[in-house]
């Protein structure tokens, strides 16, 4: 253990002194760079300690090699004498503390390791940094001066390079060829001065041509600008009666939106009072079709009931015939047929009195209800003729009104679309209208103002068309109503009368049937 402590502390004190080696070559090194000593000098000097170095670091790279193997011996030792002394003593304690101590002294080993190598890296850079410096001296001073000659020289006459003394030996010769030329130049100063006078003469002569070129340039500019200026006002001008206007014509469209909102609203109304209109129209018609049918199945049964009194107006008149022919030879054997006769009708009065009235009447009065009844009848298929003449001409007014209606729908969905039109070009011509001369405005404003109030005249005057229409529609949907409810009156009254003379004559038949019966009896 004490040669193990003995070899660290020899280790420890060769990493010191390394490290403080390092740092007083790099001190030197810096030293040199700064003080500006030749080339040489520095050569040798870094030559000198690098060589230095290069041997140190050999030397301590042997005895690290050799502290490294007395380590290793050391530990192979250590760990033969602790496995022979553990199972005896049982000292883990100190065999753990030598391992870490062995640790630590291995990673300084590495770390002095890594220190050499930079110091390696270091001396190599310089070396190259030295041999560029050399190239470049020997470039500027020539390869045959020596060391001792420029040091004399920089400390006596202050050497600078080769380039910088060619550069002073090319400046004093010319400096001693303009002397020479000075010389020679004094016969021919006079010419010269004259030739510069005739040339500041006419440049004199050509700088008061362009002053006054420059002059006239000047006030056209001005009466440019004045110009520009009149221009902008008129411009200016010009943009607020634009602005004027466009403010004029969008209240101008404001008032004929409402007023088309307003036109569109009473349309609305207009169409919503003829559908309703056209649905009372419908109502009456199909009430006209109901009482229409209703008539004619009257007057079916009508005519079914003269069809059946004419078929028995004819078999009482063969009856009264036969009675006639057979009077006379068969006198009992009418007796018979007639109390037969008496005895059915007296049967046949509670349920049929119709019946027996039409057995017990006299042939006259058959004649007379048979003209009566085709004359009722022919008065009936006049009213059902005329009832049919106005169907027909209800319905084809109907059908006028509605081709009517759908003409004008039509027309309403062109007029909403060239309203539509009007409003795109509208918002077209505001857009364009910002961009054009104030010419232009006034003209497509005017263009534009006019075709508007054609618009609205026409449509001002479909509107009252239309609304003449429907007041004539009105009207005549009115006069159709009054001439179906006077039809209405007179057919009831006719059916009230024809009611009236069929009971009359039933009642009259009924007193004469009792007549007959009382004086056969």
């Not at 007029?415 to 405005?441: D, H, I, P, T």
């Not at 949907?477 to 179906?484: A, R, S």
């Amino acid at each position: 253990m004490n040669k193990f402590r003995e070899i660290k502390n020899k280790f420890d004190k060769k990493q010191i002194s390394i490290n403080n080696e390092d740092k007083e070559v790099i001190k030197n090194i810096n030293k040199e760079l700064s003080e500006d000593i030749s080339s040489n000098e520095l050569n040798i000097n870094f030559h000198n300690n690098t060589r230095d170095l290069t041997s140190k670091n050999g030397g301590l790279h042997d005895e690290a090699k050799e502290a490294e193997d007395e380590i290793n011996i050391h530990q192979l030792e250590h760990n033969l004498s602790s496995k022979l002394i553990c199972p005896i003593l049982n000292d883990n304690k100190t065999t753990e503390n030598n391992h870490n101590e062995v640790k630590i002294l291995q990673d300084k080993l590495v770390q002095s390791n890594a220190r050499l190598y930079e110091c390696k890296n270091t001396c190599i850079f310089l070396r190259q940094e030295l041999n560029k410096a050399r190239k470049i001296i020997c470039r500027e001073i020539g390869d045959n001066v020596t060391i001792a000659s420029l040091s004399h020289n920089h400390f006596s006459s202050g050497w600078k390079g080769r380039s910088q003394q060619i550069q002073q030996l090319q400046q004093k010769i010319i400096e001693l060829q303009n002397k020479v030329n000075n010389h020679g130049q004094k016969f021919t100063s006079e010419r010269n001065i004259v030739n510069i006078e005739k040339g500041k003469r006419q440049q004199i002569e050509n700088l008061s041509r362009e002053l006054h070129q420059a002059e006239i340039t000047s006030e056209n500019n001005k009466k440019k600008l004045e110009t520009a200026r009149s221009r902008i006002k008129v411009l200016e001008n010009d943009l607020c009666m634009t602005k004027n206007k466009l403010i004029l014509i969008n209240e101008k469209k404001l008032h004929d939106e409402q007023l088309i909102e307003a036109l569109n609203g009473q349309l609305r109304a207009v169409e919503s009072r003829y559908r309703d209109k056209e649905i009372e129209i419908k109502n009456q018609r199909d009430k006209l079709q109901q009482n229409c049918e209703e008539l004619k199945n009257e007057l079916i049964m009508v005519k079914f009931q003269v069809n059946k009194l004419r078929q028995k107006i004819g078999e009482r008149e063969t009856e009264i015939d036969t009675l006639r022919l057979n009077k006379s030879g068969r006198a009992c054997e009418s007796l018979l047929s007639v109390t037969t006769n008496v005895n059915q009708t007296m049967n046949s009065i509670d349920n049929q009195p119709m019946v027996i009235n039409e057995h017990n009447k006299d042939p006259n009065e058959y004649v007379i209800l048979g003209l009566a009844a085709e004359s009722e009848r022919e008065r009936l298929l006049e009213l059902v003729t005329l009832l049919n003449q106005r169907l027909d001409k209800e319905r084809t007014d109907t059908d006028h009104v509605s081709e009517l209606l759908r003409c004008e729908k039509n027309k309403n969905i062109k007029l909403e679309k060239k309203l539509r039109q009007l409003e795109m070009e509208r918002v077209k011509m505001s857009k364009v209208n910002s961009g054009y001369f104030a010419r232009s405005s006034k003209s497509l404003g005017n263009v534009t103002s006019s075709r508007e109030q054609l618009n609205i005249e026409e449509m001002a005057d479909k509107l009252e068309l239309l609304e003449e229409k429907c007041l004539a529609l009105k009207t005549r949907l009115t006069t159709v109503q009054h001439d179906k409810e006077s039809d209405l009156m007179i057919y009831k009254h006719m059916l009230e009368n024809t009611r009236k003379i069929f009971q009359d004559a039933c009642r009259n038949r009924t007193m004469m049937a009792r007549g007959h019966s009382t004086l056969t009896i």
